[in-house]
T-cell receptor, first 114, second 112 residues
Framework: AQSVSQHNHHVILSEAASLELGCNYS??????LFWYVQYPGQHLQLLLK??????LVKGIKGFEAEFIKSKFSFNLRKPSVQWSDTAEYFC????????????FGSGTRLQVQP | EAQVTQNPRYLITVTGKKLTVTCSQN?????MSWYRQDPGLGLRQIYY???????DKGDVPEGYKVSRKEKRNFPLILESPSPNQTSLYFC???????????FGDGTRLSIL
């Protein structure tokens, strides 16, 4: 069965600091990878996705993520965070050859201080 | 406007009283899914549906039922709710299972 680990549960940064959130998955086959963001009181929105091709993918609002197959990782990055990036971030994976299920990590709460 | 609509948004009820949370999408998506969100656990998939009359269990299906009689609707049924089903529930849909999902605004259930 596929699983997703997000090791940073709560991250506090000052504005303009750089961000990297870890995401590791376990599944031996080909996967689709996603990062979603949930702003306070709102539903989840897609930040970016990786299906194939260039392992460095760019998303909305200046976010990017790098897929490293050998490490089963899909870390999220942003060079300079803003107060408006305060939110919870979820990594998710679905396995192309497995169950048609989407598995989420437990989430990372990011707090950006002005 | 493309959207996933859940009702009700909030519900407080008592143990054992059957309830249904409706979900409807207007994007002609084949794939629909229900999740529950609990602090520290992220989103966990309850049930999903690949298309009309095709449903399957997610990671936490116990105590829930679903049906998919029409493409646009995917109701979540709690036949005999219990306090451990108190949670925030999200419905989502996507064109196919491996496409990004569109989420509803959530339904907060409190079962006393």
């Amino acid at each position: 069965a596929q699983s997703v680990s997000q090791h940073n549960h709560h991250v506090i940064l000052s504005e303009a600091a750089s961000l990297e959130l870890g995401c590791n998955y376990s599944y031996g086959g080909t996967v689709n990878l996603f990062w979603y963001v949930q702003y306070p009181g709102q539903h989840l929105q897609l930040l970016l996705k990786y299906f194939s091709g260039d392992p460095l993918v760019k998303g909305i609002k200046g976010f990017e993520a790098e897929f490293i197959k050998s490490k089963f990782s899909f870390n999220l990055r942003k060079p300079s965070v803003q107060w408006s990036d305060t939110a919870e971030y979820f990594c998710a994976v679905n396995a192309r050859g497995g169950r048609r299920a989407l598995t989420f990590g437990s989430g990372t709460r990011l707090q950006v201080q002005p | 406007e493309a959207q996933v609509t859940q009702n009700p948004r909030y519900l407080i009820t008592v143990t054992g009283k059957k309830l249904t949370v409706t979900c409807s999408q207007n994007m002609n998506h084949e794939y629909m899914s229900w999740y529950r969100q609990d602090p520290g656990l992220g989103l966990r998939q309850i049930y999903y549906s690949m298309n009309v009359e095709v449903t399957d269990k997610g990671d936490v299906p116990e105590g829930y039922k679903v049906s998919r009689k029409e493409k646009r609707n995917f109701p979540l049924i709690l036949e005999s709710p219990s306090p451990n089903q108190t949670s925030l529930y999200f419905c989502a849909s996507s064109p196919t299972f491996n496409q990004p999902q569109h989420f509803g605004d959530g339904t907060r259930l409190s079962i006393l």
